[in-house]
């Protein structure tokens, strides 16, 4: 089966950058997202990445896929308060249609 | 744009009682889905809807029923509800039911559902 795995929490200074990482186990995935998850609300999609890609920049984001590891990593440069939130990586498998696996999420927190 | 909305935002029950979680959409998308989220365990899937008219079983669907009542509303139901499922319910939509990069799945809030 598939499983997903985060670390729990990351801490981080404003202004500094963040990385948080993802392992998965299924090789047949097609598709990884990052969610970012503010309190007291639903999931936001920030970016994704195709499984034969190994890198995406999207502004202050940054998504590196090593495909050989099954390890995923979402870099967010120059950290503001703002991005406080529960970070969720999820896969998508092409025989599975429309599942998505989920991670447990990582808590990052932005200190002033 | 409302996007994905769900009702209600909270709830609590007594445990054997019976609710309905409410969810709606705008985006005219085919495919929708209910997920339950527990601390440290992201998000898990209980049942979705590749298209109107049809209902499929996801990772967790005993204890819960559903009901696609037309392409925009989808309902999740605890016939009788148990301690076990206090949890929050988030629907999503998604325009295709393959999940692919383009099309991604929208969230609603959630429903903070506790059960006594």
């Known amino acids: 089966g598939e499983d997903v795995e985060q670390s729990l929490f990351l801490s981080v200074r404003e202004g500094d950058s963040s990385v948080i990482n993802c392992t998965y186990t299924?090789?047949?995935?097609?598709?990884l997202y990052w969610y970012k998850q503010e309190p007291g609300a639903g999931l936001q999609l920030l970016t994704y990445?195709?499984?034969?890609?190994d890198m995406k920049q999207d502004q202050r984001l940054t998504v590196l896929l090593n495909k050989k590891d099954k390890h995923l990593s979402l870099r967010i440069a120059d950290t503001q308060t703002g991005d406080s939130a529960i970070y969720f990586c999820a896969e998508s498998m092409n025989n599975a249609g429309n599942m998505l696996t989920f991670g447990g999420g990582t808590r990052l927190m932005v200190k002033p | 744009n409302a996007g994905v909305t769900q009702t209600p935002k909270f709830q609590v029950l007594k445990t054997g009682q019976s609710m309905t979680l409410q969810c709606a959409q705008d985006?005219?998308?085919?495919?929708m889905y209910w997920y339950r989220q527990d601390p440290g365990m992201g998000l898990r899937l209980i049942y979705y809807s590749a298209s109107e008219g049809t209902t499929d079983k996801g990772e967790v669907p005993n204890g819960y029923n559903v009901s696609r009542l037309n392409k925009r509303e989808f309902s999740l139901r605890l016939e009788s509800a148990a301690p076990s499922q206090t949890s929050v319910y988030f629907c999503?939509?998604?325009?295709?039911?393959?999940?692919?990069?383009?099309?991604?799945?929208?969230f609603g809030d959630g429903t903070r559902l506790s059960i006594l």
């Open positions: 999503a939509s998604s325009s295709e039911p393959r999940t692919v990069g383009n099309q991604p799945q929208h």
């Open positions: 985006m005219n998308h085919n495919s």
């Open positions: 990445i195709f499984s034969n890609m």
């Open positions: 299924d090789s047949s995935s097609t598709y």
